[in-house]
């Protein structure tokens, strides 16, 4: 059993879950991910690692309610446990060793991106982090990001930070120059359209992928996603690729798969990021 | 040793089973050759001309049309009585080729004749000595290219064609009593060795293996990736074939030997090859061959295009059919599954179950050259589904949101057999036609689970990411071990135990060449 010893609620439908796990506390890397199991009938949800204390046994992962299944982990307490954690699954991320890296977030995926901003800055890194929500009440890790670097904050309304899409603050950083790299996770449109902004400046950039898997370990193969038009396991080969080899019209299509089960699913939608909301986007 | 005494016929038929006290535990461990010398003298009376005279029982199955509605096992098994009517039509040969042909070399005629004599509790103790899953072979094993294959009541004599001893019938009914009766078995707990194994993946090679290492007294720990043990048993082998609880009364035996299973452990990931090296003794690497293989067309990533793995592991692992399961499962009311092997029956079949109207198998070459289970697939055709064969697909079609509609097949024809042996299939120009579907399933093999080798660049592969090993396990690193689909490539459950005792009789050599550990102290603990 993996016990729960923290919770915070960091947006209406969104929850940090603090989770004992010691081995993979030690050992994870950035971009890696757990697939969860709350106990038995219940489904397994891969969740990217948001943060780890070593010291303490314990990683973070941040949860979007979407349907039955995340729900049931967003209403979690202290003292509860996760049935089954296993992992660190997906190959880490790939860190740019000198000069400046822009880490894009939107919606959960800012929990995601976080720990790569981490390991960026830890390692000498300049980082600079977007990062976008629907309005003041979804931004999430603003404070712990703004602990590694500068952070823009963007809405869509406007009512914290600067209004409008993280791409348009992407765009002008990639006009200014002396970008390495850029680290976009977030909904599929958002990361296709950071891939769109940094295309023509060459820039090198990763997104990390969510797409349906099961077992998060080959098995399945339902997590293949098109990169420069061959077929790749999220899971394994990913979750992280070259945004601008991916083919994210077919990811956000095959994340559609099982909307027909959610919408049967007791629980309202609840859009992130303003943009697009998707059946795996629990990460 | 032989003797059948009161008490034991009151435990066999369930009626006074809890009277059996340590005292009363029957003598089960047969003499290995005391069966042998009292065939001559005691065939519980009957003849060979006798023998000859029983035709072939058979199973007892659940009505086609009934079962191809529910999840519920297919095979009934024999009653007691039939069971030992099959038995006597065991004509026990001085050299029998059954043993030959089990890969785990059961000795089968002297199972087989304690149960004529109605000696179940020795029947059993025989069986499990030499296999460590018999309720799964049993069940799932293709006894008609083994055991039975080669028995000498299948030959024709003068033109009439014989009919094996149904061997797997009578190992189901044996096990299965085993499982009931655990209480007549004499379960010794073995001397502990001192020596530690880590077994990574608890399929049937990985499960053979900690069971035969455990029985030696080595203390053995399974690593197993997913929440469940079992590997391919649970979430490949549908419950309608294997139910799941019998998998799991078969683990539970591996644990009351005291084999420790660790789950959510991915060896590539959780932890490295190299550190199971540090802290065990020797290391027997079972990871299967779990990576789907797809067909590589297109249209292969619309949405309703699975693997055979994600459709079976959504079903059976994960539980999606029931109704208040939380894993979703795609339906569909015309299902096509690409591929001839048990994989591709257990897909149809499964999709039967979940309502397809329409559920049809699309193979290459014809029915000769299925390669499944003759069980399996006249169980298939019972529950009505339909065969396509001579058919190879060349794109999966959709519709305008993406869903898959169909496949694009064309005709084949058989020209010379190629390097398998099995007629290469050719297609026949102009011969495209379209199967509709609006659910398709892949299940054209998989191949070798990168993560371990991967991350364990010293450990050597071939080209095809398969490890390389020799005949008892032996990988090019001391202590290390492999066997099942990870070094043959996707086969079927009884190769990969044959593997795994196999390469347990090597590391228990292995072991017992190992200087003897120094004493630990108390600085060094």
């Known amino acids: 059993m993996f016990p729960i010893r923290g919770t915070t609620r960091l947006a209406p439908t969104v929850t940090r879950l603090v989770v004992e796990a010691p081995r993979i506390a030690r050992i994870r890397k950035p971009g890696q991910f757990v697939i969860v199991r709350l106990g038995e009938g219940a489904e397994r949800i891969p969740l990217t690692i948001a943060d780890a204390d070593p010291d303490a046994g314990t990683i973070t992962l941040v949860v979007q309610r979407v349907g039955n299944s995340t729900a049931d982990l967003v209403a979690l307490e202290v003292g509860q446990a996760l049935q089954d954690v296993a992992g660190p699954l997906g190959k880490p991320t790939d860190l740019i060793e000198r000069g400046r890296a822009v880490c894009v977030g939107g919606g959960v995926g800012t929990a995601v991106v976080h720990p790569i901003a981490q390991a960026l800055s830890a390692a000498g890194i300049e980082v600079t982090s977007v990062i976008g929500g629907r309005s003041r009440e979804w931004v999430i890790y603003e404070d712990e990001l703004r602990a590694v670097g500068e952070v823009v904050v963007c809405t869509d309304d406007g009512s914290h930070g600067r209004k409008g899409f993280v791409t348009e603050a992407l765009s002008e950083l990639c006009a200014a120059g002396g970008l390495d790299a850029v680290y976009a996770v977030g909904p599929v449109p958002m990361m296709r359209a950071c891939a769109e902004v940094t295309r023509p400046y060459g820039i090198p950039t990763t997104v990390s992928l969510n797409s349906i898997m099961v077992d998060g370990t080959g098995m399945c193969g339902g997590c293949r996603v098109s990169v420069d038009g061959t077929n790749q396991y999220a899971c394994v080969d990913g979750p992280e690729f070259d945004a601008h080899q991916v083919d994210f019209a077919l990811l956000a299509d095959r994340l559609t798969t099982y909307r027909e089960f959610e919408q049967r699913s007791a629980v309202p939608a609840a859009p992130a990021a303003g943009t697009a909301r998707c059946a795996a986007e629990v990460r | 040793m032989d003797a059948m005494t009161q008490d034991d016929r009151a435990g066999e038929d369930g009626s006074a089973p809890e009277r059996r006290g340590t005292d009363g535990a029957p003598t089960a461990r047969p003499h290995a050759h005391g069966a042998g010398r009292e065939r001559r003298t005691a065939r519980g009376g009957l003849s060979t001309k006798e023998r000859m005279a029983i035709d072939r029982q058979s199973m007892p199955a659940q009505d086609a049309h009934d079962r191809a509605a529910n999840f519920g096992e297919v095979n009934l098994g024999f009653t007691e009585q039939l069971a030992m009517l099959e038995a006597q039509r065991c004509l026990l040969c001085k050299k029998p080729t059954c043993i030959e042909g089990c890969p785990v070399r059961v000795n089968i005629p002297q199972f087989i004749e304690l149960l004529a004599r109605g000696d179940l509790a020795a029947a059993a103790s025989s069986l499990l000595s030499d296999n460590a899953l018999p309720c799964v072979t049993g069940r799932v094993c293709p006894q008609e290219s083994q055991c039975e294959g080669v028995c000498l009541r299948g030959r024709t004599l003068r033109g009439v064609p014989g009919e094996p001893v149904a061997i797997g019938?009578?190992?189901?009914?044996?096990?299965?009593?085993?499982?009931?009766?655990?209480?007549?078995?004499?379960?010794?707990?073995?001397?502990?060795?001192?020596?530690?194994?880590?077994?990574?993946?608890?399929?049937?090679?990985?499960?053979?293996?900690?069971?035969?290492?455990?029985?030696?007294?080595?203390?053995?720990?399974?690593?197993?990736?997913?929440?469940?043990?079992?590997?391919?048993?649970?979430?490949?082998?549908?419950?309608?074939?294997?139910?799941?609880?019998?998998?799991?009364?078969?683990?539970?035996?591996?644990?009351?030997?005291?084999?420790?299973?660790?789950?959510?452990?991915?060896?590539?990931?959780?932890?490295?090859?190299?550190?199971?090296?540090?802290?065990?003794?020797?290391?027997?690497?079972?990871?299967?061959?779990?990576?789907?293989?797809?067909?590589?067309?297109?249209?292969?990533?619309?949405?309703?295009?699975?693997?055979?793995?994600?459709?079976?592991?959504?079903?059976?692992?994960?539980?999606?059919?029931?109704?208040?399961?939380?894993?979703?499962?795609?339906?569909?009311?015309?299902?096509?599954?690409?591929?001839?092997?048990?994989?591709?029956?257990?897909?149809?079949?499964?999709?039967?179950?979940?309502?397809?109207?329409?559920?049809?198998?699309?193979?290459?070459?014809?029915?000769?050259?299925?390669?499944?289970?003759?069980?399996?697939?006249?169980?298939?055709?019972?529950?009505?589904?339909?065969?396509?064969?001579?058919?190879?697909?060349?794109?999966?079609?959709?519709?305008?949101?993406?869903?898959?509609?169909?496949?694009?097949?064309?005709?084949?024809?058989?020209?010379?057999?190629?390097?398998?042996?099995?007629?290469?299939?050719?297609?026949?120009?102009?011969?495209?036609?379209?199967?509709?579907?609006?659910?398709?399933?892949?299940?054209?093999?998989?191949?070798?689970?990168?993560?371990?080798?991967?991350?364990?660049?010293?450990?050597?592969?071939?080209?095809?990411g398969y490890l390389v090993a020799d005949e008892d396990g032996r990988s090019a690193l001391p202590g290390v071990f492999a066997g099942g689909d990870i070094v043959r490539g996707a086969a079927t459950v009884i190769l990969a135990m044959g593997d795994g005792k196999r390469a347990a009789a090597a590391i228990d050599e292995y072991l017992r060449g190992l200087p003897a550990a120094a004493p630990v102290t108390a600085d060094a603990g």
């Open chain 2, 169 to 464: 019938h009578l190992e189901r009914f044996v096990a299965d009593w085993a499982l009931e009766h655990a209480d007549q078995l004499n379960g010794v707990m073995p001397e502990p060795s001192g020596r530690s194994v880590a077994v990574v993946g608890s399929g049937p090679g990985g499960l053979t293996a900690a069971g035969e290492l455990a029985r030696r007294g080595h203390q053995v720990t399974i690593f197993e990736a997913f929440h469940a043990a079992g590997g391919v048993l649970v979430y490949g082998i549908p419950e309608f074939r294997l139910p799941k609880e019998i998998v799991q009364v078969e683990i539970d035996r591996l644990v009351q030997l005291g084999v420790e299973i660790r789950p959510n452990s991915i060896v590539g990931r959780t932890y490295t090859l190299a550190e199971l090296r540090e802290e065990f003794d020797a290391v027997f690497v079972a990871v299967g061959a779990g990576l789907p293989v797809f067909m590589n067309l297109p249209g292969e990533n619309l949405k309703g295009v699975y693997s055979a793995n994600e459709y079976l592991t959504r079903v059976n692992l994960m539980g999606a059919h029931r109704p208040d399961a939380r894993t979703p499962v795609l339906t569909g009311k015309r299902v096509a599954v690409v591929g001839g092997g048990n994989v591709a029956m257990d897909a149809v079949r499964t999709a039967r179950r979940l309502g397809a109207e329409d559920a049809v198998i699309v193979y290459r070459r014809s029915r000769d050259e299925l390669p499944a289970r003759l069980e399996e697939v006249h169980h298939a055709e019972e529950e009505g589904v339909r065969f396509q064969f001579l058919t190879a697909p060349l794109e999966v079609l959709g519709d305008e949101t993406g869903w898959v509609q169909g496949l694009r097949c064309a005709r084949m024809e058989l020209g010379e057999p190629d390097e398998s042996g099995r007629r290469r299939p050719v297609t026949v120009p102009g011969s495209e036609f379209v199967v509709d579907a609006d659910l398709v399933v892949v299940a054209i093999g998989t191949r070798a689970n990168p993560l371990l080798t991967q991350a364990s660049p010293d450990l050597p592969v071939n080209r095809w």
